[in-house]
């Protein structure tokens, strides 16, 4: 049921009416098992403790079954389906780098108003990655790409036709990257 973003133990422990600890084995265990994984923010060792990870499900069709399971699929509501498109490229992305070592890392950028995801050929290269449904707006990207000195962003939108590059904007359909 969470909304794109991360998430803390503590919120989850409470909306669960469990202890942290307990939250932090469950999300480890799932995570070993790669039914979900983990995608953490940008920076040191302060910003990993500080700020929430983000936890997708390998598959984008289980986070859509189980929220129809849950009575919380609507076809028509574009913050699911939002979800769920950002669930599709982040496993993706999980996928090639466990299989194919590329990106070599996957963060998020933690600052307000930044990309979906930061991808990582090697330590100082990263390529901002924005996620959307019908979106064409690109201020958040061309944001994440001055504030991280990137050469170019990825945008991932159902609002494209076809794969483009504009300055230093590649644009790819939604349906076109579903079949990488």
Same mark, same amino acid.
């Given at each position: 049921? #969470?909304?794109p973003g991360g998430t803390s133990d503590s919120k989850l422990a409470e909306r669960l009416k469990a202890s942290p600890t307990l939250i932090r084995t469950i999300l480890n265990i799932l995570e070993k098992t790669q039914l979900i994984f983990s995608v953490k923010p940008y920076g040191g060792p302060g910003k990993m403790i500080r700020k929430p990870w983000k936890y997708y499900f390998l598959s984008p069709s289980i986070n859509a079954a189980l929220n129809y399971k849950l009575g919380?699929? &609507? @076809?028509? $509501? =574009?913050? !699911?389906l939002g979800g769920l498109a950002e669930n599709l490229v982040a496993s993706t992305f999980f996928r090639w780098k466990e299989t194919h070592n590329i990106p070599l890392n996957i963060s998020y950028p933690t600052e307000k108003g930044?990309?979906?995801f930061l991808l990582f050929r090697n330590l100082d290269d990263s390529i901002p990655v924005?996620?959307?449904? $019908?979106?064409?707006?690109? %201020? #958040?990207?061309?944001? *994440?790409? =001055? $504030?991280? %000195?990137? *050469?170019? %962003? /990825? +945008?991932? *939108?159902? %609002?494209f *036709?076809? /794969? &483009?590059?504009?300055? $230093? /904007? !590649?644009? /790819? @359909?939604?349906?076109? +990257?579903? +079949?990488?």
């Open positions: 049921m #969470q909304k919380n699929y &609507d @076809p028509v $509501n =574009r913050e !699911i930044g990309a979906d924005e996620v959307g449904l $019908n979106k064409k707006k690109t %201020g #958040q990207l061309k944001k *994440s790409i =001055r $504030n991280y %000195g990137s *050469s170019y %962003g /990825i +945008f991932i *939108s159902n %609002g *036709s076809k /794969i &483009d590059k504009k300055n $230093n /904007i !590649i644009t /790819i @359909p939604l349906t076109t +990257f579903s +079949f990488l």
